[in-house]
């Protein structure tokens, strides 16, 4: 379950309910969770307990939808699903794997956005996305000049205004359906001690240190 509670119909937003009828039919968002890609759609629902966070986050989908952009949509999905990988949210990644099949990414450059460094099936300018958002995601925004020289070489400098906001977005979407657990980031920590077996020595290191002297 998310970490926050959910507000469905019942909360009365024009705006949110407009949405639940395109996500849910006529179901209870909450009652009856479930959308067509197979998400709980609990992001939706954890959102709109804050009306206007739902409504501005909404419209900047919205936003890059927009036949205003001129960022080629490949690159735009390429950011977005690398952000998620990147951030560790199965959410993000997974809803953008399908978003980057939409705007006709083959299945290999999908397959290979986990390990693009050693993938050959990307262009230089698709690598230097992929870089970049690497250095917007892992590395704070320290980016190189040379990857950022080879971002230049191939897109104006509005294209990389929208893909950097584009990425910075969904890195932050990412960060909080971890945090809240919203979505496929409803998940039990993974890094836990083992327990060892009954009346084992557990300072293994200890048992080495004096084996070895």
């Known amino acids: ?73 490949k690159l735009r999905e390429l950011g977005q ?36 460094q050693v993938a050959s099936c990307f262009s230089p300018l698709e690598r230097a996305v992929l870089a970049y958002t690497d250095g917007l995601v892992l590395q704070r925004g320290r980016i190189p000049d040379g990857v950022f020289d080879a971002l230049k070489s191939g897109l104006s400098d509005e294209e990389i205004l929208e893909l950097t ?3 910075c977005t969904y890195m932050m979407h990412a960060i909080m359906s971890r945090a809240l657990k919203l979505e496929y980031d409803d998940v039990d920590e993974r890094i836990v001690e083992i327990a060892a077996p009954k009346d084992a020595n557990t300072d293994v290191m200890s048992m080495v240190d004096k084996g070895g002297n």
């Not at 998620?84 to 997974?94: C, E, L, P, T």
């Not at 953008?96 to 956005?113: N, P």
């Open 1 to 73: 379950m998310p970490r926050l509670k959910q507000a469905g119909r019942e909360a009365e937003n024009p705006f949110a309910n407009r949405i639940f009828d395109i996500l849910f039919g006529e179901r209870d968002p909450i009652a009856e969770p479930g959308t067509e890609t197979g998400t709980p759609g609990n992001w939706w629902t954890v959102f709109n307990i804050v009306p206007d966070a739902f409504k501005h986050t909404t419209e900047g989908f919205q936003f890059y939808r927009s036949k205003n952009r001129k960022l080629d949509p």
């Open 81 to 116: 699903t690398r952000a998620g990988f990147a951030v560790g949210s199965q959410f993000v990644f997974s809803q953008h794997c399908k978003a980057s099949r939409d705007v006709g990414l083959t299945e290999d450059q999908i397959a290979a956005i986990p390990h693009w």
């Open 165 to 167: 906001y584009i990425t």
